[in-house]
């Protein structure tokens, strides 16, 4: 599961709205959808993450984090530490062998470390929301 899959499920479930339902509204394969909540799938593009808001009347910070939760959810990472020190892809190949079998406290005290220390992350490609047509609700 990816933050944004964890984020849309909670969404849908505490509206209680069937994926079924929320895919075809939102003219998706139901296996498309459950996929993205599940991690199976790549992350979001910008414009679905903008229809998914529309689709639950989202505004500002809930708006804004999904867009950030979209951007930290690409279940495939790849590591790319060339040109880094031996200690660099030490760290992305043992952070690779382990991952599997770290418990959620750890995994917690890696992310509030890292985040701790790292940049803000690169804000999300901005997408403008469709303005709905006349006569269509």
Known sequence: MT???L???ALRRDRAIALKRMAADLQLSPAYL???EHGHRGRPTPALVVQICEYFHLIW???EEMHRLAALSDPRVVVDTSGLSAQATELAN???ATIAR???QTMAAIIAALAARAPEPPAPRRVRPRRRQKGIA
Request: overall charge negative.
């Open 3 to 5: 933050p944004f899959g």
């Open 7 to 9: 984020k849309l499920r």
């Open 34 to 36: 459950s996929a993205l």
């Open 61 to 63: 910070d809930d708006y």
């Open 94 to 96: 043992l952070l690779a």
């Open 102 to 104: 770290l418990d959620q």
